[in-house]
């Protein structure tokens, strides 16, 4: 997974004018998520994307494919299983229960779609869509397609990823 093809070579350099020698790799097929670092994988983590697919179009649901960055991380500091909404701490933590929500749990990393036309712009921005990477209330579907469009992680991985990675690394999602 860590070499890129000539596209995604291309692809990465025309839309981040670099191609970082740290990155986020987000397989939909496998449901995992590897940090790369000097084109060697540094972690691999199981993760859930939408349970609709992979799509970038407003209100389908479906997970964005393309090239990403990260443009906020959000809750440093809090603790693990704090309840998030609108981007906020409620100041509620979750009670372990499992429910049908899937609520935004300990820490946020928002997606920005850098690709024109791919998952930035009208009707398919990634960031108007509120992707997120993040904690969730129902790790039993971690590793299967369950989410709404984010990329869903356990809260211990996404304690860890959210130290690994800075603002503005870029995410492929594929």
């Not at 899937?102 to 108007?128: A, F, K, M, Y």
């Amino acid at each position: 997974m860590p070499t890129l093809d000539t596209d995604m070579r291309q692809r990465l350099l025309a839309v981040a004018g670099t191609v970082a020698d740290t990155y986020l790799q987000v397989d939909i097929t496998a449901q995992t998520l590897a940090l790369v670092e000097q084109a060697d994988i540094a972690k691999t983590y199981p993760v859930s994307t939408s349970k609709f697919g992979a799509g970038n179009q407003e209100g389908s649901f479906k997970t964005p494919l393309g090239i990403h960055r990260i443009t906020e991380k959000i809750g440093a500091g809090l603790p693990p299983g704090r309840i998030l909404k609108s981007r906020k701490d409620t100041g509620q933590d979750w009670d372990k229960t499992v429910s049908e929500q899937n609520l935004i749990l300990s820490r946020i990393l928002r997606l920005e779609g850098l690709e024109p036309g791919v998952n930035s712009g009208p009707r398919i921005d990634s960031h108007q869509r509120y992707i997120y990477i993040h904690g969730t209330n129902q790790e039993h579907l971690i590793g299967t397609p369950a989410s709404h469009g984010c990329v869903v992680m356990k809260n211990a991985d996404i304690l860890d990823l959210f130290d690994r990675v800075t603002e503005g690394a870029i995410v492929i999602i594929s």
